[in-house]
C-alpha cells in the first residue's frame, strides 16, 4: 500500500509540468493482432519522451541545498533531454555527461534546454567517471536515468494514466533498457490494474534483462548492436528486484522485427516513434497468438528521431 500512495503522490507533484499524453487505438492493428490495443503515447511527451515524467519527480524532490548546486546525469540522449529540461523548470544547473556518439540531435536539445554537456568516450565506464567527477567538483545531486526510485515512480505514471483510461487492461506492453519504465509500469500495474500483467520487449542484441530474470542476478549485455540506441544499458539494484516480481516475462526480438513495427506505427497510427519505442509493439507481433482476444495497453515511450538515418 506504500507505493500505491508514493505513486499518487508523485501524479499529483509532476502533474503541472508534464503532458498526460493521448491513447491511439487502430482497428487495423487490432485485426492484425486478433486484440484490442491501447498505445500510450509518449512520443507527445514535455521533450519527446516517457523520462520527463522521472526526471520532474527527481527534481523536484531535492532539498533547497542541492538545487543551488545542481544535478548531474549521464545518459545518451533522452535522459539527458529529460533531467535538462525539469531542471530548467525548477531554475537549477543540470550537467549532463553523454557519449562523444550520441545522435547530434539529441546533444542540440539538450543545449537548448540549457544543459550543460560534459563529453565522455562510449563506455559505461568513462560516463560514471565523468559523472563521479562533476559531483566532486560541484557539489550536483546525481540523478540515476533508471535506477533511482523517485524516477522509476515517475515514470509510472505513465502506465498509472493509462489505466485510469483503460481499467480493464490485462497486459501492458512496455520496452526494457535501464529498467525504469518497466519496473514502474510493474508497480502501476499491481496497485491499478486488475490483475494486469506486465510484458516487456526486448532486442536479442541488448537481451540483458531476459538473461538477469533467468538468472536471478544482474547481467551484462554482450553485445549492443540494436538500432534501439535507448535500449543499450543494464538493468541497476533497485529497479531489478521490482522486475523480478512484477514482469511476467521479456520476449526478445530481431532487429528486422523492430524497424516493421517501428514502420507499421509510423504508417497505421500516423505518429513518429524511435526505433526503442517499436520494441514493445515488436514483441506484442512475435507472439500474438498467445494474446488473442485481451485487453492490451502498449507503451510508445519515446519520438525523438534523427530523421537522417531511419531505417527503412
Known amino acids: 500500500m506504500m507505493y500505491k500512495k508514493i505513486m499518487i503522490e508523485t501524479q499529483k507533484r509532476i502533474k503541472p509540468f508534464i503532458h498526460n499524453t493521448p491513447i491511439l487505438t487502430s482497428t487495423l492493428l487490432n485485426e492484425m493482432v486478433g486484440a484490442n490495443l491501447f498505445f500510450k503515447c509518449e512520443n507527445f511527451q514535455k521533450m519527446g519522451a516517457f523520462k520527463m515524467r522521472g526526471a520532474?519527480?527527481?527534481?523536484?524532490?531535492?532539498?533547497?541545498?542541492q538545487k543551488q548546486k545542481g544535478v548531474v546525469t549521464h545518459s545518451s540522449g533522452n535522459f539527458a533531454q529529460a533531467l535538462a529540461l525539469a531542471a530548467k523548470s525548477q531554475g537549477i544547473d543540470a550537467f549532463i555527461v553523454m557519449p562523444d556518439s550520441a545522435p547530434q540531435v539529441k546533444k542540440e536539445a539538450v543545449k537548448a534546454y540549457n544543459g550543460k554537456i560534459i563529453e565522455c568516450?562510449?563506455?559505461?565506464?568513462?560516463?560514471?567517471?565523468?559523472?563521479?567527477?562533476?559531483?566532486e567538483q560541484k557539489g550536483a545531486t546525481f540523478i540515476h536515468p533508471s535506477n533511482d526510485l523517485h524516477v522509476i515512480f515517475g515514470q509510472g505514471t505513465a502506465a498509472k494514466e493509462l489505466l485510469e483510461t483503460q481499467p480493464d487492461l490485462e497486459y501492458i506492453f512496455?520496452?526494457?533498457?535501464?529498467?525504469?519504465?518497466?519496473?514502474g509500469t510493474a508497480i502501476a500495474a499491481e496497485h491499478f490494474g486488475t490483475?494486469?500483467?506486465?510484458?516487456?520487449?526486448?532486442?536479442?542484441?541488448?537481451?540483458?534483462?531476459?538473461?538477469?530474470l533467468l538468472s536471478g542476478q544482474i547481467e551484462s549485455n554482450v553485445t549492443t548492436n540494436t538500432i534501439a540506441d535507448g535500449l543499450k544499458t543494464t538493468l541497476g539494484d533497485i529497479n531489478f528486484p521490482i522486475i523480478q516480481k512484477g514482469v511476467e516475462k521479456i520476449i526478445r526480438v530481431t532487429e528486422e522485427e523492430i524497424i516493421a513495427a517501428m514502420k507499421l506505427i509510423w504508417e497505421r497510427l500516423k505518429i513518429i516513434c524511435e526505433s526503442s519505442s517499436a520494441v514493445a509493439f515488436a514483441a506484442l507481433i512475435k507472439e500474438k497468438e498467445r494474446y488473442k482476444n485481451t485487453n492490451i495497453g502498449i507503451i510508445i515511450s519515446g519520438g525523438n528521431v534523427n530523421l537522417d538515418t531511419l531505417p527503412f
Open 174 to 183: 512496455a520496452p526494457v533498457g535501464g529498467g525504469g519504465l518497466i519496473a
Open 121 to 135: 568516450k562510449s563506455t559505461l565506464a568513462a560516463r560514471e567517471k565523468a559523472a563521479k567527477e562533476i559531483q
Open 195 to 212: 490483475n494486469c500483467k506486465v510484458i516487456g520487449g526486448e532486442p536479442f542484441e541488448a537481451d540483458d534483462a531476459f538473461r538477469s
Open 56 to 65: 520532474t519527480n527527481a527534481v523536484m524532490l531535492l532539498s533547497e541545498e
